[in-house]
């Protein structure tokens, strides 16, 4: 949508709008705008998350989003708790890792990122 001229007319440029559509985005699972927006997107899947979800991809995104957000600890503890719920680290890997260039890309240092999936291995 943001690439349509319906975009242009009726929400870019007007901060309320533009988190509005990015809420409504990330609640039909389109989670694209969960990297220039994770406030909006921490809302959303903290609401997953109280409501019982047990996908790791939940706790994976409301991870990335406290990561963004500069939240290390808490953002490493539901990578963890993402981890437990994968059957092997391979399958918590496949979901992790097509993430690292849009986290490097937001502001998250490389370091960090390697970091918290070599601590995710060993535990």
Known sequence: LPQTWVYSVLVEGMPEREKGLAYVCL??????????????????????????????????????????????????EYYRQARKLCNSPKAFFNLFRPDRRPLIDHGVPIEQVYMIEDQLLNS
């Open 27 to 76: 609640t039909t699972g389109f989670r694209d705008t969960l990297w220039d927006y994770p406030d909006v997107a921490e809302k959303v899947y903290r609401k997953a998350l109280r409501k019982g979800s047990k996908q790791p991809i939940d706790y994976i995104n409301y991870a990335h989003c406290l990561l963004l957000n500069g939240d290390r600890v808490m953002a490493y």
